[in-house]
């Protein structure tokens, strides 16, 4: 994560999350887009911002996780992009639904503090880009 900053967009309908995870992943040198649900993250995509990491929690009105993660996928927005659920939700069925659809990790937020969600996302990053 040294010469060009890498781009997040993280997407979760808890405005002081989304605060709080903007202000550590630009802390640590990520360009940070925000989307509180999936609609906006879908915009946001389609008005042609390219990302290369997804970062989303997965309990959202409107779109879960998975089907925002879903509908990126059939649309093509993010092709290249590694996608990370970042949730409460560490149910076994949870974490193999994400597994079947291509996520490539799966952080719960209860058991993680913020600065270890920014390591994991950059160790999931770097595993899954080599």
């Given at each position: ?14 405005r002081f999350l989304l ?42 009105p409107v779109m879960d ?64 880009k080599k």
């Open positions: 994560m040294t010469q060009e900053k890498k781009k997040i967009l993280i997407i979760d309908d808890d605060n709080m995870y903007s202000m550590k992943f630009s802390k640590s040198g990520f360009d940070v887009k925000i989307a509180g649900g999936g609609p906006e993250a879908i915009e946001i995509l389609k008005d042609g911002f390219k990302t290369d990491i997804l970062l989303m929690d997965l309990i959202m996780g998975f089907a925002v993660y879903e509908t990126i996928k059939k649309d093509k927005l993010a092709e290249g992009s590694i996608a990370i659920m970042l949730t409460n939700q560490g149910l076994v069925s949870d974490i193999n639904r994400a597994k079947e659809l291509g996520v490539h990790g799966y952080i719960v937020k209860a058991t993680t503090i913020p600065s270890e969600v920014v390591e994991e996302v950059i160790e999931i990053y770097n595993n899954n």
